[in-house]
Structure formats: structure tokens, C-alpha cells
């Protein structure tokens, strides 16, 4: 399969535990955020977003909280599964009037049966 | 569901030959997108559409033009393919408004030799 990123940072985790991905956004001025997740050999697919008038928003097994203060971003999966084995990486836009992503470079997550 | 289509997922071409890459999007998206992916640099703009028959230059134009006849289609372009653009690219598009997200095909692996 494709490698998305060779050096990705790397969580390793067992099939039912809870992951938590981070990710340090540049912008303060960034109003809104999305969790993407990529498995090997397809297109990012949309998780969950946010707007940055929000701390947090959950979806089915998975919260994304936000906290502007140190603009950090992260991602919880709750009951982590063998298919939630991927590349995940958060955006931000950047807000310059038209809406422009910019992405990070992403984490790997890896889940053991 | 959105569904964006890129017509390839594998291309192998010769530097120097003129390399078309297709994407077309079946929600009526105002909205497209071009980036390329390569390990350690996250995703990367390339050029983007707002409208029929409109293009503007995102991060990394150099060495690629757009092209967008059509709302559904937007078209990637390399005039002479070079060793450096051998990459993953990915199509996307979103609709009109702000804060919305972004959604992409499966991508075309485009290797250069």
C-alpha cells in the first residue's frame, strides 16, 4: 500500500483503549477545524469538525476538543478498533476571507487486535 | 454521500510528456481543490477553482496549470513532467460558504521516470 508519511509520529495502541492524537495548530486567528483520517491508499476522509466559538463536539466514538489558549487541537477515539488503524491529521482554516486549509503532517495510529 | 472521482489512481509517465490529471465531483461543489502529498510535508496546495472557468494559484504552482470547462471537472495539469512532481495528488472540493469541509477523492499516485 501507499505510505503517506515515512516519519510520522506513531501511537500504538490495543483494540478497545481509548487515543488521544494531538495537534498544535499555527493560527490564532483560525476559526475553524477538521480531523481527517487517511488509510493506505485512499483520500483523507472527513472525521469530525469544529468551530472555534466551541471547546468541544462529539460524534459516534470519537471527540474533538479545542483550546485556544495554547491552540492545540486533539482527537479522542473511544474503543479504538483494528480499523481505525491509520494516518490522521487535523486542519485548520486559516481564515483569510476565502476559506483555505492548512493541513498537518499527521499521525500514525496504530491498533493491535 | 459526496463522491469525488479522480479518473487514475496510478500514472507512470516519462519526463518531459504533458500529463493530464482528471477529477470530477458529483454535488454540484462550487469549490475544487489541487494538492499533492508527499512523506514529511503534510498536503500542499496547488491551484484551486471557485468558479467555472476561474483558477487561482495556491502554495506550489510552479510547473503545473488548471483548467475547469465544466463545475463538475477540474483538471490538473503537468506541461513537462519532471522527476520532482512524482507524487501523490489529490483532488477535492467543498461547497460555497465557510466552514465547511473539504472532501477528496482516492487519489493518483503519479510517478515521474
Known amino acids: 500500500g501507499e505510505s503517506v508519511g515515512l516519519h510520522l509520529p506513531t501511537l500504538s495502541v490495543q483494540e478497545g483503549d481509548n487515543s488521544i492524537i494531538n495537534c498544535a495548530y499555527s493560527?490564532?486567528?483560525?476559526?475553524?477545524f477538521i480531523w481527517y483520517k487517511q488509510e493506505s491508499g485512499k483520500g483523507p476522509q472527513f472525521i469530525i469538525d469544529i468551530r472555534s466559538n466551541m471547546d468541544k463536539r462529539q460524534g459516534q466514538r470519537v471527540t474533538v476538543l479545542l483550546n485556544k489558549t495554547v491552540k492545540h487541537l486533539s482527537l479522542q477515539i473511544a474503543a479504538t478498533q483494528p480499523g481505525d488503524s491509520a494516518v490522521y491529521f487535523c486542519?485548520?482554516?486559516?481564515?483569510?476571507?476565502?476559506?483555505?486549509?492548512?493541513f498537518g503532517t499527521g499521525t500514525r495510529l496504530l491498533v493491535s487486535p | 454521500d459526496v463522491k469525488v472521482t479522480q479518473s487514475s489512481r496510478y500514472l507512470v509517465k516519462r519526463t518531459g510528456e504533458k500529463v493530464f490529471l482528471e477529477c470530477v465531483q458529483d454535488?454540484?461543489?462550487?469549490?475544487m481543490f489541487w494538492y499533492r502529498q508527499d512523506p514529511g510535508l503534510g498536503l500542499r496546495l496547488i491551484y484551486f477553482?471557485?468558479?467555472?472557468?476561474?483558477?487561482e494559484k495556491g502554495d506550489i504552482p510552479e510547473g503545473y496549470s488548471v483548467s475547469r470547462e465544466k463545475k463538475e471537472r477540474f483538471s490538473l495539469i503537468l506541461e513537462s513532467a519532471s522527476t520532482n512532481q512524482t507524487s501523490m495528488y489529490l483532488c477535492a472540493s467543498f461547497l460555497q460558504g465557510h466552514n465547511s469541509p473539504l472532501h477528496f477523492g482516492n487519489g493518483t499516485r503519479l510517478t515521474v521516470t
Open positions: 477553482s471557485y468558479d467555472v472557468k476561474m483558477k
Open positions: 486542519a485548520e482554516n486559516i481564515n483569510t476571507g476565502f476559506q483555505k486549509l492548512v
Open positions: 454535488m454540484d461543489h462550487e469549490n
Open positions: 493560527n490564532s486567528a483560525s476559526d475553524y
